[in-house]
């Protein structure tokens, strides 16, 4: 419920931004007054901390003064007349019932890309905690961005106890916008082609919380993929790329497919939740095993893990420093182009739009700083080195990786269907020159970061 309602106050504070536009009934900000001593103790000396704080700052000035005239002071001053006008709670009133436990949720995502992006797409999240009974939570989610472009989710939960629940999933997405660069390190813009999905999954699986930020995870997924040919953005399909010569059809894309499989998930992570120093390490292990139910009879092995260190220099400040890696190993016939490593998206690499970087393998370092925006906000800073190889990291050298480097905004905790905004740069192979070739742009609702 409390997780819930966290997401509910991120997005409808984004909604509260367009009507603070007029003046406020309180007439006027009030008149400022100093800060009386209540406690009446002197202020503390300067720790280690707060000196160690400055280099920090120093590095990453530019980042502040982006951050604070920007982005936090603005966005302080409208979420503050948002809120002495009671927007958020006239919100609130508008979008949920049953005392907050649903509600439903208008949203909107824009992903724009150089060269690459993905369409505009509006849409609503319903939620509904203890439906019918305690412990039975739905969640759904549809979008929508013209013909021949549309999502939808539905999630049902059931609290088996007070840390674990059983989770049974149906999702399907029909999208025209799906991009295909060829499979390897190296491609150009000229490489770029795009193709339509089709995709129909059920799920089913438990998953169990572990400590304050751990959790582990086992779902059985079928999944079907169809593919059509992609009309959007003005730019070639996949097929024309293939009759060019710019590279073979991808495995798997000439035929309608279906497949079986597990997937394990598992987070290990010594951090506190805020309000306490975040400083800790988080590890990630994930394993996806897959059968084709078709002709193809193709086997298939995905697999990867993520080690990320965390220190918290000062409320929350942090920077963190995360290596990540995929592999995928086929066991019988050609796993689908559908299944190989990825690196953009919602994955590290993230000035990529998702699917132009994908391989045998994938090896990615980020290094973060991240702080408090406003209440429920965050600020991030991010520049990210990798990319994707051949089978066991092959072709892996230093003048192949790219660069990756932005800003973004982002809620302080995780939740269902958070909000986002992302300005990101991309470059070529640093053996290229490492030019910046792509910019990326997000702003709305999303299903995941």
Not at 56 to 68: D, G, H, I, K
Not at 219 to 226: E, K, P, Q, R, T
Not at 308 to 337: C, K, M, Q
Not at 403 to 432: I, Q, Y
């Amino acid at each position: 419920m409390i997780r819930t309602l966290s997401a509910l106050r991120t997005l409808l504070a984004a909604a509260a931004l367009v009507s603070v536009l007029a003046p406020s009934a309180a007439g006027g900000a009030p008149m400022k007054r100093p800060v009386p001593n209540y406690d009446g103790r002197a202020e503390a000396d300067a720790t280690a901390g707060d000196a160690l704080l400055w280099i920090p700052r120093v590095l990453l000035s530019p980042a502040y003064l982006v951050s604070e005239y920007v982005l936090r002071r603005p966005l302080g001053y409208l979420f503050t007349e948002a809120e002495r006008a009671e927007v958020p709670s006239l919100l609130l009133s508008i979008f949920t019932f049953d005392e907050g436990k649903a509600g439903i949720i208008p949203t909107v995502l824009f992903d724009f890309g150089l060269d690459a992006g993905a369409l505009p797409s509006a849409g609503f999240y319903f939620f509904y905690d203890d439906l019918a009974f305690a412990g039975h939570d739905l969640r759904a989610r549809a979008a929508i961005g013209g013909s021949d472009w549309v999502e939808l989710d539905l999630t049902n939960r059931f609290a088996l106890d007070a840390a674990s629940r059983l989770s049974v999933g149906l999702s399907y997405e029909r999208r025209k916008d799906e991009v295909f660069a060829g499979v390897g390190p190296s491609f150009d813009d000229d490489a770029i082609g795009r193709y339509g999905l089709d995709r129909l999954s059920a799920r089913v699986g438990v998953e169990r919380t572990l400590g304050l930020r751990g959790e582990v995870s086992a779902f059985l997924a079928l999944s079907h993929y169809g593919y059509f040919r992609g009309d959007c953005c003005d730019e070639p399909g996949l097929d024309e790329r293939v009759e060019q010569g710019v590279y073979p059809t991808p495995a798997g894309f000439d035929d309608r497919h279906t497949d079986v499989g597990p997937t394990v998930r598992l987070a290990l992570d010594s951090r506190p939740v805020r309000p306490g120093p975040e400083s800790g390490v988080r590890l990630e292990l994930f394993g996806v095993a897959a059968r084709g139910l078709d002709d193809t009879d193709a086997t298939w092995l995905r697999y990867g893990a993520s080690l990320g260190g965390y220190l918290d220099f000062h409320n929350n400040r942090t920077v963190g420093l995360r290596v990540y890696a995929e592999f995928v190993s086929a066991i019988d016939g050609d796993a689908p182009f559908s299944e190989l490593a990825l690196l953009g998206g919602k994955a590290p690499l993230r000035a990529f739009e998702e699917g132009r970087l994908r391989g045998e393998s994938a090896l990615a370092l980020t290094l973060d700083y991240r702080w408090p925006i406003w209440v429920f906000l965050d600020g991030s800073l991010f520049v990210e080195v990798g990319n994707v190889f051949g089978a066991a990291l092959e072709g892996l050298e230093s003048d192949r990786l790219r660069l990756s480097f932005g800003l973004g905004m982002r809620p302080a905790s995780r939740e269902d269907h958070p909000f986002e905004f992302l300005l990101a740069f991309g470059t070529e192979p640093l053996g290229d020159g490492a030019e910046i070739t792509t910019l990326r742009v997000v702003f709305g609702t999303t299903t995941g970061f």
